[in-house]
Nanobody, 122 residues
């Protein structure tokens, strides 16, 4: 089992930037694909993005393409979500997830972090 803890959430004005971090512990970290989901109040959970275990491939949800980017540092067991040009509709709780492949991260993540709140004011 992999344990995940997110950090870096907060309040930011529209047009601003935030970087979320997710620290992993437990089972071997570098063999896992990592990703992010988000959930806004009253809405379904939404896929944000995923990065392969090597960091060589990354995929994003349509609503964040061109604004968000995912990276990872396997030496620190950490994955990052850089969020630029933030909009009020990006307001949500952001969750870090892991899976054995990028497809598994998107469809059936194996572990979830507790989440971190991101609020974008207009």
């Amino acid at each position: 089992q992999v344990q995940l803890v997110e950090s870096g959430g907060g309040l930011v004005q529209a047009g601003g930037s935030l970087r979320l971090s997710c620290a992993a512990s437990g089972r071997t970290y570098s063999s896992y694909a990592m990703g992010w989901f988000r959930q806004a109040p009253g809405k379904e959970r939404e896929f944000v993005g995923v990065i392969s275990w090597s960091g060589g491939s990354a995929y994003y949800g349509d609503s964040v393409k061109g604004r968000f980017s995912i990276s990872r540092d396997n030496t620190k067991n950490t994955v990052y979500l850089q969020m630029n040009s933030l909009k009020p509709e990006d307001t949500a709780v952001y969750y870090c997830v892991v899976g054995s492949t990028t497809r598994m991260v998107v469809t059936t993540p194996e572990s979830w972090g507790p989440g971190t709140q991101v609020t974008v004011s207009s």
